[in-house]
């Protein structure tokens, strides 16, 4: 009998990308959660900006008081004025950290930069991202030149990286002057007549703004507009600051891969041009928890901001640690009367019509 040929199943080739094709793309599994986290920051971000400027408001007038000698409407000094003197809390950082005692001059600023410090530690740099009036009006300049030009411009990465060195030069210098000095030497100097009315010197500042000055500040302004936080991501050293304390935070970015579709849609929505798509997790300084990467992904539990154990963490509970950090330290400064710098009026006069004349201590 003939042997009876064999028969061979053919089964059909598997196709592997190779070298220079794209791989398939992956099925989208979209999301069914309603999306809220940027209205939520844009409420908090106008609502921290409000409060700023109503601080800034009744400061003028308050310094329009003691230059007069109470000849104008009497105001009370605001205590928050103080947030904007980050050295000054520094200094008093170290004092409470060496002698144990509350600082009686700008015992505000302790608080203030205290809790913007706590926030940053928790919920990455998010002083920066949600409260931060000078960070706010940054971002809304990159968008308006976004919007205007249809795109902002990208430094080349030699000139980005040493431009970035600058803000973390200056920390250091500001630093190093901070950490110089004693417990003794930071009373002597912020109770000297120049650390007594260092705000009242930053409102003048502005107040008598010098062309030069001018100049610099409408370059500041221009290049916000074309470069996404110039100010920011160049020249604050605030920002780095709490960009170091930030990398302590347990809570990061942290993408799902299978879940990923790679789109790129979160690098491209990230202010810090962080490359979100190629990384499992972002532990970059330059993240603020703005949570715009997140807010554009399409792809369910491909991209959340999540603890360690990868437990994500919603938007309104990083809206709610943030509020009960800034209320409650604020509240028990308050409560406990170590909010308000107390000295007596008639001293207040005198320096404040003064102010110019004061001079830095050696």
Request: aromatic share 12%; charged share 15%; proline share 6%.
């Amino acid at each position: 009998m003939a042997a009876q040929p064999k028969l061979e199943l053919q089964l059909p080739a598997t196709r592997t990308p190779t070298s220079g094709q794209r791989p398939p793309r992956k099925k989208l599994v979209r999301r069914t959660d309603r999306e809220y986290s940027q209205q939520l920051r844009l409420g908090i971000q106008l609502a921290f900006l409000a409060l700023n400027v109503w601080i800034g408001v009744q400061f003028y007038f308050w310094v329009r008081w003691a230059e007069t000698a109470g000849h104008t409407r009497a105001i009370e000094r605001p205590a928050g004025i103080e947030g904007w003197l980050p050295i000054a809390g520094l200094m008093q950082l170290k004092y409470v950290a060496l002698t144990r005692q509350w600082p009686a001059i700008h015992p505000a600023g302790l608080f203030l930069i205290t809790a913007f410090l706590l926030m940053s530690l928790l919920f990455r740099k998010a002083f920066c991202g949600w409260l931060c009036p000078i960070g706010t009006l940054s971002e809304w300049l990159w968008k308006l030149g976004r919007y205007t030009f249809g795109r902002n411009f990208t430094l080349p990465r030699w000139l980005d990286v040493s431009l970035r060195g600058i803000r973390y030069l200056l920390l250091a210098f500001f630093g190093y002057a901070v950490a110089m000095m004693s417990a003794p030497a930071i009373a002597a100097f912020l109770s000297a007549p120049y650390g007594l009315i260092v705000d009242v010197r930053m409102l003048n500042f502005f107040r008598y703004l010098g062309g030069t000055a001018a100049f610099v500040i409408l370059g500041l302004i221009i290049a916000s507009i074309f470069v996404q936080n110039f100010w920011c991501r160049y020249l604050c050293p605030y920002g780095a600051l709490m960009g170091l304390v930030a990398l302590a935070s347990p809570l990061r970015i942290r993408r799902k891969e299978p879940a990923c579709i790679d789109c790129a849609k979160c690098a491209k929505a990230c202010p810090a041009a962080l490359p979100v798509d190629k990384l499992v997790q972002i532990r970059s300084a330059e993240c603020t928890g703005c949570l715009e990467c997140v807010a554009v992904c399409p792809a369910k539990d491909a991209l959340v901001l999540a603890t360690p154990r990868r437990r994500a963490v919603p938007a309104w509970s990083m809206a709610a640690g943030i509020a009960v950090i800034f209320f409650g330290l604020v509240g028990y400064a308050k409560l406990t009367g170590h909010w308000n710098t107390r000295l007596p009026q008639q001293l207040y006069f005198e320096l404040v019509s003064h102010a110019g004349e004061a001079q830095h201590p050696e």
